[in-house]
């Protein structure tokens, strides 16, 4: 028998004996011998070794938790690696709409001592609002001048409040750029 063949008998047991009876010695097993040809399929999809190591744990955790709804067993290692793959496009697909805003609230704060002594937060916010629409300007001044709630400017503009926090979202993804830089230079000037 060669290393191969001797690989796929010692997982078909192991996985065998996880099917049969799921217990915690039989998913420990399950897992060390899994786990690193896991971390290999991600690192091969060019992952850095903590996400790899994330994403394995993950793929078996859902393994331990659903390897019960399998129809045919013969094909558990397929199963799993379609999970795997899954996964790795469940993350990536999360990543790409991930989107750059900022935390209005913050930036006063790291912005306070780059102020000139005639700038205001006020001020500054004001500046900031040259970027937006009109109607993203009065949902901002509205939450972030005047500290309504979303509820609040949903009512008085009689507009759903997921209109509400979706011109709020878009405003700061819109300032993003425009606040880093100024923050880079702050950063620079000290």
């Not at 991600?42 to 793929?59: G, H, I, K, N, T």
């Not at 955790?61 to 793959?85: C, G």
């Amino acid at each position: 028998m060669n290393h191969t063949q001797t690989r796929m008998s010692n997982e078909e047991g192991v996985t065998r004996k996880f099917l049969e009876t799921p217990n915690e010695d039989s998913f420990t097993q399950l897992f060390n011998t899994f786990t690193p040809q896991l971390v290999a399929f991600f690192r091969a999809r060019s992952c850095e070794p903590s996400l790899a190591d994330d994403l394995a744990q993950e793929v078996m955790l859902i393994a331990h938790r659903k390897s019960a709804q399998i129809r045919d067993r013969d094909f558990f290692r397929a199963w799993l690696f379609k999970v795997a793959r899954n996964a790795l496009c469940r993350y990536y697909g999360k990543q790409t709409r991930e989107v750059e805003t900022v935390n209005l609230e913050d930036v006063s704060d790291r912005l306070a001592a780059t102020h000139k002594p005639a700038g205001t937060p006020a001020f500054e916010f004001s500046n900031w609002m040259i970027f937006l629409d009109s109607r993203e300007r009065d949902v901002m001044m509205l939450r972030f001048i005047e500290q309504w709630e979303y509820h609040e400017i949903a009512a008085a503009r009689a507009i759903p409040i997921g209109t509400v926090k979706w011109r709020i979202f878009n405003a700061k993804k819109k300032l993003a750029p425009y606040l880093a830089r100024l923050q880079d230079n702050s950063r620079e000037a000290a």
